[in-house]
Structures are given as C-alpha cells and as structure tokens.
C-alpha cells in the first residue's frame, strides 16, 4: 500500500478549523467531515473535534449514540457552554458537537444578537484541547455558514462533477470576495467522481490539480456502520484516498501558517541592530 502523505499538524501550535462547506445539499459534505475526521482521529492520533452545525444532525447520527438534548442553539446564545454539548465517540480522539433540531432557530438568534464572530469565539475557548476542529456545515449561504467563514482556517468544498456542482463553488467564491473581510483559504474537491460517465471523465479533464473523491459503495456504507472509513476499511483504495486528502490539507494548513507567521513578523516594529545588543 502507498504510504499516505504526512500529517503537517505538528508544526502547528493552535487548533485548526476546517469547515467542510458547499452551498449545495447533498453534495457529500457530511461523509467527508466524518471521514476526515476519523483519518485525523484514527490514522494520524490528532485529538479531533467534530462540530455538526447542520439541523439535521447527520454527523451527530453518525458517530454518536447520545441521546440528543435540545440544547444546540443555547450555545450560540451563551446560555450553556459548548463543552456541555460535547459527547465522546467510541473512538477515543473523536469527540462531536451534537446537532438537534433546535438549531433550526439559530438563524434568528444570530440575527438578533447581531455578534458575526460568537462562533469563532466559542471554538477558541475549545481549542486548547484539540489539535483539529471541523465544522459540519449546513448547505447555503446562512447566518450560521457567515459565522463559519469568520471562523474557519480553511473551507473545504465538495464540489459534484457536473454543471450545477460547479456552480455551486462559483456562488461560494463570488460570495466570498463580495463580502470581503479576512481572507479564507478555500479548498476545492471533487466529490462522487464515477469515470463511467463522459460528463465526470471531462471535468476530472478540466480540473486535474482537485483531488478527487470516487463515488464508492463503501463511502456510502459510512452511513450504514455508522463509522469512517478509516475504521472499518483502512486497508481499502477510498481509505488510502482520504488519508492523502488529509495530508494535502495539513501541508495547505501548515504553508497558511507560515505566511501568517511571515507576516506578523513583518508587521512587528523593527528594532535597530545597535540598541537591540
Ligand atoms: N463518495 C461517495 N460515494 C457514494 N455515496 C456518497 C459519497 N459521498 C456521499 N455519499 C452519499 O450521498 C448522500 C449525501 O451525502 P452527505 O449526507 O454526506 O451530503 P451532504 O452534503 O452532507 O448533504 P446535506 O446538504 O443534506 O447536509 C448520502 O447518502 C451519502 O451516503
Ligand atoms: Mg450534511
């Protein structure tokens, strides 16, 4: 088996947040925060967070077996902590926010309290205990996802291989420099590739520097072992896959952070060589 490609994680201090995001639905955003998450969790010992922001609780089924509180949208109102909403996993790196239907409300709390960065806030007071945090999203372009571009390192799109998909990261990247604000690292993939079909064969063509995701019966068995790919298949093709997605992220993370070092150390007042000895 290829080695997979390396973890860049440990030449980064700070927790790193990764929002798996598309304005599409169903584009294979959830199987894709799950598994990474279990390629972070599992392969490479990171200890990961798994934040379902998403109202239907796909990742919470996923990966939790707790019985779901109502309490989702109390932690953006600050009424309860985020760690109370934290469950444990049976894997013992992975732990998740859970999602509830009260989520389904966050839009007018956000609205009201009118604090663009409260989720960022929130994850900051999580993230000495985390090497990882990736945010589940729901689909669109919400007052949650507005909270997760001001939160995020990176956003990583799962983009189909057709023309609505394309579509689709276009909306998000023309979002994006419309709104301005800080800059977001987006990074695209292609997800449910199936090389039977001309339509996929030419925009695999077209986009050759995207990794690629297969469209795989045993991706899709994610949701019926509730559980990664990682662990249940880790010797498989998809699983080799996902661990060299994960070290394109982590090597993509690790130049982030490098830049940012750059230039904070540009922006530091120079002291003369003479009164600095
Ligand atoms: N690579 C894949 N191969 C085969 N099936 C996949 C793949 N990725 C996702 N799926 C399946 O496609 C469906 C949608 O996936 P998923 O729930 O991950 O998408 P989503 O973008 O999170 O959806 P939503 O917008 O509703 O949150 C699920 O049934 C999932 O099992
Ligand atoms: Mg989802």
Redesign the pocket.
Known sequence: MKAAAPDAFQEMPLAKIIAVH?VK????????ALNLAGVAALARQRDTLLWDL?A?G?STFLCSDHPVVLGAKSVFERKIGPASLIAKTQWAKLDVITADLSLRQVEHVLQDIQKPKRLKKIIKQLSPSYDVVILDC??GLSEVNDQVFEAADMLLV?VTPNPLGLRAFEQIQVYLAERGGRPLEIFPLI??ADKRKLLHRSFLEAHQDWPV?????R??N??VRRAPVEAFAVRSREAEILRDIWGDITKRLAEIESRRNVDQHRGRPRIPKSSAS
């Open positions: 598309s639905g169903g584009s294979g955003k959830t199987s894709l998403d239907q796909s729901p689909p799962p997800s449910m995701l297969p469209m795989s019966s991706i899709e994610v949701a």
